[in-house]
């Protein structure tokens, strides 16, 4: 099932989207929730990000193209590398992603995202996947020159509308490594994998996170981009697509000083 959250009558609602529809559901996302009977054209209604997570956790060179990019000589990771996106830097499918002044050159990376669906503390890999209650697509935006330069990433990842997310979770992917990712600007394919290239694979990944962060249900993992990263700019619209899931759009602009 696609879980989608929506907002309709201005009131925020969640719902099961099936092809031109959207069913509302009512109750515990993560939970007990049953049908309302009512029933939404999806053209009639805003979708928002798909969840409300209490963190973002992202991975660093998780593809080895993507590690081999640019020629700067780096290294595949012996282990997951973690870096934290806070809340506020989320971005609702088809809002505009606005790039900071001073911000410089500003990328997009294509992820695919693990959706957590119930609480994990330091659980096994072989267990892993019984924490995921979905998976919907990402952009993990980057101000390469704020990232390079700064000590953290806190504002080189996380400034607003730096994370980008939806336009659902889909529920039944059993599989999270057969999965293809593609990258599109201004419809220009640019990246292009299937997740089966990940190093870390999304059961190591939540595990090893699981080992000292506890993850709680609606938090997400954006698993890392593939190789073909590169500069957007006012005036571009970025997707993002996954295979069984959909299709994340948003435009671009730059905010003047």
Request: charged share 20%; proline share 7%.
């Amino acid at each position: 099932m696609k879980f989608a959250r929506f907002q309709a009558g201005g009131q925020i609602r969640y719902g099961i989207a099936e092809g031109e529809n959207i069913r509302e559901i009512h109750g515990d996302l993560f939970g007990d929730h049953t049908p309302t009977g009512t029933v939404y054209a999806l053209n009639t209604v805003k979708l928002l990000v798909p969840c409300t997570p209490s963190k973002l956790l992202a991975l660093g060179l998780n593809y080895a193209l993507h590690v081999a990019e640019g020629g700067t000589g780096r290294k595949p990771p012996e282990r997951p590398e973690i870096f934290y996106k806070v809340p506020s830097s989320l971005c609702h499918p088809d809002d505009t992603i606005m790039i900071p002044p001073g911000a410089g050159e500003t990328h997009y990376e294509g992820e695919l995202v693990a959706v957590i669906g119930k609480t994990a503390k330091r659980v096994s890999v072989a267990n892993a996947l019984d924490y995921v209650f979905g998976y919907t697509c990402g952009n993990d935006v980057s101000a390469r020159p704020w990232q390079r330069g700064d000590l953290q990433w806190w504002r080189g990842k996380s400034c607003d509308t730096f994370s980008p997310l939806g336009p659902w979770i889909e529920t039944d992917i059993k599989d999270p490594s057969k999965l293809t990712l593609e990258t599109r600007l201004n419809g220009q394919v640019k990246q292009h994998s299937g997740t089966d290239q990940l190093l870390f694979d999304v059961p190591t990944c939540i595990s090893f996170i699981s080992q000292h962060v506890t993850l709680y249900p609606g938090d997400v993992i954006y698993t890392g981009t593939c190789d073909g990263v590169g500069p957007m700019d006012t005036g571009d619209t970025v997707e993002v697509e996954l295979s069984h899931i959909g299709v994340l759009r948003n435009p671009v602009m730059r905010e003047t000083a």
